[in-house]
Nanobody, 128 residues
Framework: QVQLVESGGGLVQAGGSLRLSCAAS????????IAWFRQAPGKEREGVSS????????FYADSVKGRFTISKDIAKNTVYLQMNDLKVEDTAVYFC?????????????????????WGQGTQVTVSA
């Protein structure tokens, strides 16, 4: 069974750092692109970052570029999101999602509809 479990969220002050983890089971990261999404109250879900399955190519939303870094550990089947210089506007529930490399490429990396599997999310709260 494919499963994604996020961890690492919490409460931090602006300017602080957190590292989120997405532990995958039931599949290998080599065959799936993994993305981080976030959703704040009253706002639509937005793509934060993505890492491809084959070569580990990375993509970032303009709002987090230079502050966040996505990476993966194939041996541990885990994807990470290192978040530095956190801002109040980063406050949201963060989800990881998986997209099969063997499916169609109708959607872009930041489109939620293109992902087949989702974790339950982890809360990130940044205080001023």
């Amino acid at each position: 069974q494919v499963q994604l479990v996020e961890s690492g969220g919490g409460l931090v002050q602006a300017g602080g750092s957190l590292r989120l983890s997405c532990a995958a089971s039931g599949f290998t990261l080599t065959h799936y692109a993994i993305a981080w999404f976030r959703q704040a109250p009253g706002k639509e879900r937005e793509g934060v970052s993505s890492i491809s399955g084959t070569h580990g190519s990375t993509f970032y939303a303009d709002s987090v570029k230079g502050r966040f870094t996505i990476s993966k550990d194939i041996a541990k089947n885990t994807v990470y999101l290192q978040m530095n210089d956190l801002k109040v506007e980063d406050t949201a529930v963060y989800f990881c999602a998986a997209d099969s490399l063997f499916g169609p490429t109708t959607y872009g990396w930041s489109e939620a509809a293109g992902y087949d599997f989702w974790g339950q999310g982890t809360q990130v709260t940044v205080s001023a």
